[in-house]
């Protein structure tokens, strides 16, 4: 490809990547949104802030996170993996990067009202986190479906603080609790920001929450060049929801061709049953959360209900980015079912000791649909840890008791 049609993969100053992104927002939530445009490479590129959110990500999330070159897994596969280990964060994933840099950006807008949505809870008990350390109220939408389901989620919410407010409407999950957080952010534009939880949204959202997460492969970089002589790997795999850990993961690299990009989907009962959320499949264009996107829906335009048994990948929608990156070709993508991902989770932890969560899992799947060449150096992001999906592996290794 030559230099003059190359693809750019950051985002323009619209907010697009490509075709992919903009900011598709109600009128009453232009200010807000155009405050935050004008407003948030300034604050977030000033050195002072950068000294308060590395200073955070150090003492308080445990950053740098360990590259851990995984030896039988290394084995199993026959190239050299590398975990980034994001699992070992406070609180247990990558979303934390994103919520320390929000609420200190909140902190300089002048806001004193923080609310976010949250499907599993995940992204709830990480902002419900950052609000009890900087002390400031905090709302959290959560699907009425959801709040019953992710009961020791609410309670880690509960205990921190934070008001879980549970939604009624439409199929009373994640899409409905963002309907309700946006409804708040209208009715309170002046003292609250919302805390979007991945690379998706109204722009600035994905490319703000791209650059907090791109600690991922800052970081990387100078752990490969340690380990390996060279800054670069063969190739990153994650897992993508939204796509923030695979955006953070993928960045300082976007523009380095050597290195092969690999999202993996959630393919649920498998991708044409009907029961699940590979949405570079089965995805269309469209517009979701004030962004336009690659998103599952019906010929008339409505939501379809994705289906994952991690409840971090059940999105229908991807992030701008990846869009851009998977159309482009930049990125490839693998679809891993509910079974293939147990069964990876499962190997993880018997031949290197590490319970991962089930959105990482999915990640690990893909290891046994590539081809690599022996020496490949290959960097996959482990995205949390499975503490919070002990239940569903017990469920799987009582029903498979030989596995
Ligand atoms: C939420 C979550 C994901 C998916 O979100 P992305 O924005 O796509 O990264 C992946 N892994 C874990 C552990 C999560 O909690």
Sequence with gaps: MSILTAPSFQVDTHGYYGPFGGAFIPEMLFDNIEHLRRNYLSIIDDPAF????????????????PLYPAPRLSQRYGSRIFLKREDLNHTGAHKINNAIGQILLAQHLGKTRIIAETGAGQHGVATATVCALVGLPCVVYMGELDVARQAPNVARMRMLGAEVRPVTSGSRTLKDATNEAIRDWINHPEDTHYIIGSAVGP????????????????????????????????????????????????????????????????????????????TSVLGTEGIIHGSKTLLMQTEDGQIIEPYSLSAGLDYPGIGPLHAHLIKTGRASTYSVTDAEALAAALELTRLEGIIPALESAHALAALDKITFQPDQVVVLCLSGRGDKDMATYIDHLDQNPTA
Excluded at 50 to 65: I, K, W
Excluded at 219 to 244: K, Y
């Design 203 to 278: 722009h600035p959202y994905p490319d703000m929450v791209t650059r907090f997460q791109s600690v991922i492969s800052a970081e990387m970089r100078n752990q490969l060049q340690e380990q390996t002589g060279m800054p670069n790997p063969d190739m990153v795999i994650a897992c993508v929801g939204g796509g923030s850990n695979a955006a953070g993961a993928f960045f300082h690299y976007l523009e380095e061709t050597s290195v092969q990009l690999v999202a993996v989907e959630a393919a649920g009962l498998g991708i044409d049953s009907g029961h699940s959320a590979a």
């Design 50 to 65: 950068q000294a308060d959110f590395h200073r955070l990500l150090r003492d308080y999330v445990g950053r740098p996170t």
